[in-house]
């Protein structure tokens, strides 16, 4: 089963020991942060959290308060996370690099938890929130530099859909078996980049494209091997296997059919421009393992028998139009 939902509440500890208790609880999710009650004699919070995947998902409830990442303690390698935070209730102001954002119910923030920031609240404000590891949006494209806070609508389009699959996956974190979390954890993560990538921010233009040109560079240069795969391509490429889909998916085909037909096509030329060779040494000397395979895609794709071009060229194909 994946994670159980944990729950922390500030409710009945002195007021010094309130705020220790929260700062603790940020900690364990995703790194240290002063806590300030403003003028309020005591710190009133809730938070009830959990993981699916990778990824933790947590709804927080808290009094007025001021949250600050402070500059001094940015460490390399620290607080590397991106957080998606949903405001569900009451008003929170937002400042980072000089930017001021203010949230209200339906907002949706994103932002580098690494970069200093602080958020207040003046008010009770509740909030949903996903804690995101860079390194799994670094598959996606993300630019690995920090990334400017980005203000979305969660209340209609492809941000009221992450914001009821975040719900929705919080709700059944504790139902989901380590396979299903991971898929539900991709899932989530797609959904959550699509209002961003509207928004075109954390994401390089320039990188998916890049990405696929060396794919396919990749691809052509072991066209010849049998063992060509795309653990291999993932591999050599450092990215995931479900980006290298994604690529390939986003452009109508898949990493299968690319290989297939790339193999084809030169299967094609050179049954056309080299004499002395057979159909089945053609076949193999470009990664097919299997004579009456090849036969057939070659019969789908080109919508002729392999032998009917030999033929054609040299008239060496046997009129069944078998191989040999």
Not at 186 to 206: H, K, Q, T, Y
Not at 279 to 293: E, K, L, N, Q
């Given at each position: ?101 203010e949230l209200m119910p339906g907002d949706c923030l994103a932002y580098d938890v ?138 109508g085909t898949t990493i299968s059919d690319y290989i297939r037909h790339a193999r ?61």
């Open positions: 089963m994946s994670d159980t939902v944990h729950s922390l509440n500030t409710s009945g500890f002195t007021p010094k020991k309130q705020i220790q208790v929260w700062s603790d609880a940020l900690t364990d999710l995703c790194g240290r942060f002063d806590i300030d009650p403003l003028e309020a004699s005591s710190f009133e919070g809730r938070i009830n959290y959990t993981t699916v995947s990778k990824l933790k998902l947590c709804q927080i409830e808290a009094s007025q308060h001021r949250l600050a990442h402070a500059a001094s303690r940015t460490e390399p390698g620290g607080h590397p996370f991106v957080k998606i935070l949903f405001q569900t209730y009451g008003i929170s102001h937002f400042e980072q690099s000089d930017r001021h954002i690494s970069c200093p920031h602080t958020i207040v609240s003046p008010t009770l404000t509740r909030h949903e929130v996903v804690i995101v590891p860079k390194t799994l949006l670094q598959e996606r494209g993300f630019r690995s530099a920090k990334m400017t806070a980005c203000k979305l609508s969660a209340r209609t389009g492809t941000g009221r859909i992450a914001y009821n699959f975040v719900h929705a996956a919080f709700d059944e974190a504790a139902k989901l078996s380590p396979n299903n979390a991971i898929g539900v954890a991709d899932s989530l993560i797609d959904l959550l980049l699509l209002p961003l990538r509207e928004a075109d921010v954390m994401f390089d233009r320039g990188g998916p494209e890049a990405m696929h040109v060396r794919a396919q560079f990749f691809i052509r240069e072991h066209l010849r091997d049998p063992d060509l795969s795309i653990d291999r391509i993932s591999a050599a490429l450092g990215c995931t296997k479900r980006y290298l889909h994604m690529l390939f998916s986003d452009r084809l096509q030169n299967c094609r030329q050179e049954l056309e421009t080299q004499a002395g060779k057979s159909i089945t040494d053609v076949a193999f000397s470009w990664g097919f393992s299997s004579s009456s395979h090849f036969s057939r895609v070659f019969r789908e794709y080109f919508g002729v028998v392999p032998s009917a071009i030999h033929k054609a060229q040299y008239g060496s194909a046997s009129s069944d139009g078998s191989y040999e």
